[in-house]
Structure formats: C-alpha cells, structure tokens
C-alpha cells in the first residue's frame, strides 16, 4: 500500500522568506500527488497536482512543487511567504488504480514570523 | 458554486447515541468519499463509494455505516457513538477514482 510522509511537524518561516515543505511517498509505480493547504476552522484547498508529464508543477498562490522519481519526493516550495500562508499543509498521494481514495501525509504546519 | 456541501457543521452527542452526517455533491462526480482528521494523525479514509450503488471500506471504518443514496448523496452513520469517534468529518468527491478531489468544509463532531 502506498503511504506519505511529512518529516517536518512544524516549520516557522520569516515573512518574504523562502518556503519548502517536504513530501516523500512510496508506491511502486508513478504516483498521483497532490499538496493541500487547510487554513484554521476551514475544509482543505487544493494547492496543485502532478498526474505525468512536466516534473515541475505549478499551482495557486504562487506554490511550485517537483516531482523526484529518484528520491519518491514531491517537495513543496514557495519564493517568498506571506503571513496568510499560515496554515497546515498536507501531502498526498493516489495510486494508479485509486480505489482507496488518498492516502494523506500527517501534515506539516507553517507558522509565519513577522 | 457549491461543490461539497456537508451538515451537520457542527454536533455533541452522548456516548451511545446515533446521527448521520449528510454529504452532497452538485459536480456530478462519480466518487465519494469519507474522512476523519485527528490531530497529528492526517486524514484517513472511513469509506468511500466509487460509483453510485457501490461502498467500500476504507482505513477506518469501524464503528461506521455509509449509504449512497443516489449520485448526489453520501452519508455517514454513526449507530452508537463513543468518544473515540470525536473528529472533525470530512466529506469529498471527485469525477472518478484517482482524480482530483474536492473537499466539503468539514463538521465537527464531540461525544462526551
């Protein structure tokens, strides 16, 4: 079965400074990967998602992330934070078949100092 | 431009009691899912449906019951609760297995 890991519970960050949160799966084909941002009290929004194709991925808010076949990583990144990008960050990851539905990462939470 | 509508939002139960939390999609997606979200612990999947007529278990499903009522519905029962199962639920759907999918804004749910 596949699964996400998420090595960092936390991570504070210096408003306008850079940004990478990291992903690591396992799965033993091309996985699909996705990275979702869950703001306080609120649902989980989709930040981007990588299918096939182009190994760097862009997605909304300014986000980036590259998918490593390599290193099974699909780390997320971000040139300069802003305050309101604190807020919990998950990785997650579908199998081809999918039958399962996601399997997710147990989130890393961004605190940003000002 | 719903997408995912779940309710309650919000809900105390007593051990023992029962509810169902009421999940609808307008996207006339194919799959439906749903998740609790513990703290430190991610989110993990309770059941899901791949199409509408079929459920599934998924990583946690004990404790659960899940209905398909037709493609626009899934709900979730809880027959009698206990305080291991307070969470915050999420619902979730997408066009079909292994595509993007959409996330309801969730419900919390304490059983004292």
């Known amino acids: 079965a596949q699964s996400v890991t998420q090595p960092d519970i936390h991570i504070t960050v210096s408003e306008g400074a850079s940004l990478e949160l990291r992903c690591n799966y396992s799965?033993?084909?091309?996985?699909?990967l996705f990275w979702y941002v869950q703001s306080p009290g609120q649902g989980l929004q989709l930040l981007l998602k990588?299918?096939?194709?182009?190994?760097l991925v862009q997605g909304i808010k300014g986000f980036e992330a590259e998918f490593k076949r390599s290193q099974s990583s699909f780390n997320l990144r971000k040139p300069s934070v802003h305050w309101s990008d604190a807020a919990e960050y998950f990785c997650?990851?579908?199998?081809?078949?999918?039958?399962?539905?996601?399997?997710f990462g147990k989130g890393t939470h961004l605190i940003i100092q000002p | 431009n719903a997408g995912v509508t779940q309710t309650p939002k919000f809900q105390v139960l007593k051990t023992g009691q029962s509810m169902t939390l009421q999940c609808a999609q307008d996207?006339?997606?194919?799959?439906m899912y749903w998740y609790r979200q513990d703290p430190g612990m991610g989110l993990r999947l309770i059941y899901y449906?791949?199409?509408?007529?079929?459920?599934d278990k998924g990583e946690v499903p004990n404790g659960y019951n899940v209905s398909r009522l037709n493609k626009r519905e899934f709900s979730l029962r809880l027959e009698s609760a206990a305080p291991s199962q307070t969470s915050v639920y999420f619902c979730?759907?997408?066009?079909?297995?292994?595509?993007?999918?959409?996330f309801g804004e969730g419900s919390w749910l304490t059983v004292v």
């Open positions: 799965y033993g084909a091309t996985p699909y």
């Open positions: 997650a990851v579908v199998s081809g078949g999918g039958a399962d539905g996601l399997t």
């Open positions: 979730a759907s997408s066009s079909n297995i292994g595509n993007t999918i959409y």
């Open positions: 990588y299918f096939s194709g182009d190994t």
């Open positions: 449906s791949a199409s509408e007529g079929t459920t």
């Open positions: 996207m006339n997606h194919n799959s």
